[in-house]
Each structure stands twice: as structure tokens, then as C-alpha cells.
Nanobody, 118 residues
Framework: QVQFVESGGGLVQPGGSLRLSCAASGSMFSIRVRGWYRQAPGKQRELVAHITSDGSANYADSVKGRFTISRDYANNTVYLQMNSLKPEDTAVYYC????????????WGQGTQVTVSS
């Protein structure tokens, strides 16, 4: 019904950068990617960045000034540029999408591992 394509995770040294991308599509409904969440071992899943239909964005306090979320409308893809990465950013990052129109339904990607270590 809903298919995600997530990419960009990997191993990076502190201070380095990664760019995550997410595209999603639904077989019977239109799907809009709205942001990224992350979950570190032993911790709850938390919001990283969110982007609205009109392009407004918000960020977790811990990533403000370092991460930037953007959207490619032509390709229906959302990106998360992550700069100045810290070991505390190590987590599985999950793409989040919602159904356009109808009841509110949220969908999650399979997750991509981001590891920040020297």
C-alpha cells in the first residue's frame, strides 16, 4: 500500500555531514513525506525535523543550526542535510509520511542507521 525509499545513512566522524533522503508513494492514496524521527538505543523515538505542505520547518532543539530539511517537489522527495554531526546523533532515522486527504494516517519508513564515531 505504501512504499518508502530511504537512503543516506552510514558511518561518519564527528563534525562530518550526511544527507538523508526519503520518497514515499501510496498505491491507493496520495502520500506526503513530512519529516524525520530518530531512535537511539534505550531511548524513545523523537522528532528530528518536520516540514509542512507550504515548506515551513521545525526542528528539535538539539539539531537546530546543524540540520536542514528541504523538499524537492518535482520528485516528491524530502531531504535532511545533517552537518556538524555529533556522537549524540547516532540513531536509526525513520522517515515519516501522512496520507493526503481522508482520515489522518501516519506511515513509517524502515529506518536508516546513522553512526557518528571516531
Amino acid at each position: 500500500q505504501v512504499q518508502f525509499v530511504e537512503s543516506g545513512g552510514g558511518l561518519v566522524q564527528p563534525g562530518g555531514s550526511l544527507r538523508l533522503s526519503c520518497a514515499a508513494s501510496g498505491s491507493m492514496f496520495s502520500i506526503r513525506v513530512r519529516g524525520w524521527y530518530r531512535q537511539a538505543p534505550g531511548k524513545q523515538r523523537e522528532l528530528v525535523a518536520h516540514i509542512t505542505s507550504d515548506g515551513s520547518a521545525n526542528y528539535a532543539d538539539s539539531v537546530k543550526g546543524r540540520f536542514t530539511i528541504s523538499r524537492d517537489y518535482a520528485n516528491n522527495t524530502v531531504y535532511l542535510q545533517m552537518n556538524s554531526l555529533k556522537p549524540e546523533d547516532t540513531a536509526v532515522y525513520y522517515c515519516n509520511a501522512v496520507r493526503v486527504g481522508g482520515p489522518f494516517v501516519a506511515y513509517w519508513g524502515q529506518g536508516t542507521q546513522v553512526t557518528v564515531s571516531s
